[in-house]
């Protein structure tokens, strides 16, 4: 198996690995050790999304791909990115749940259907946002105190509200809907500046 890193196919593994997962966590600990931090992985020229990782390289024989290619960035770099970008939508959320509010409140609440799928979008991507930063500042996001508690314990009430309001929109309950946008999500959207600056603060930006 040819391991291609950044465009360079002259990687050689210092040691013999068990699978293919094996050699790619051979890969990201070489490249933290220079600052660097794994952004993609093509397996024989697919692309494997970095949820799918463990499931598509673990146990996977050296012999049974050709190559493994693999793109990094500086880990400073890539966070600084991420956070920007993820700071860009943030101020939006509680704007929009309260907005979506007033929508399934009013007299066209089915204009806010697709409008909440897009919120429940952006969230996910901002919650993934925030596991990749830490992955890359190596900390473990649940863990990290928040308000005088885990974070584990916010996102397990977030996600549970989030269905909470899925549910209302299916069975068609939308003044529950707008009450959890209101009262329940607005707020929590309002936190995630703070868990920004937290994150910012362990990566040593200002």
Sequence with gaps: MDVVVDGKKDFALATAPADVMDALA????????????????????????????????????????????IQSQQTSQLVKDALAEMESVLPELPTVCRELARVFQGAEPQSGYEPFQQLAGIWSHVKGRQAMIAHALGVEIDA????????????????????????ALESGDLILLGDLLEYELAPRAEHEAGIASLLREKAGLK
């Design 26 to 69: 051979s890969v990201s600990e070489w490249l933290q050790k220079q600052d660097r931090s794994i952004v993609s992985v093509s397996l024989d020229g697919e692309s494997i999304d970095s949820s799918r990782l463990v499931e598509a390289l673990g146990g996977k024989p050296i012999d049974a791909v050709q190559c493994l290619d």
């Design 144 to 167: 990290m105190p928040y308000n005088g508690r885990p974070l584990a314990a916010a996102h397990k009430e977030l996600n549970t509200i989030l269905s909470e309001a899925a549910g």
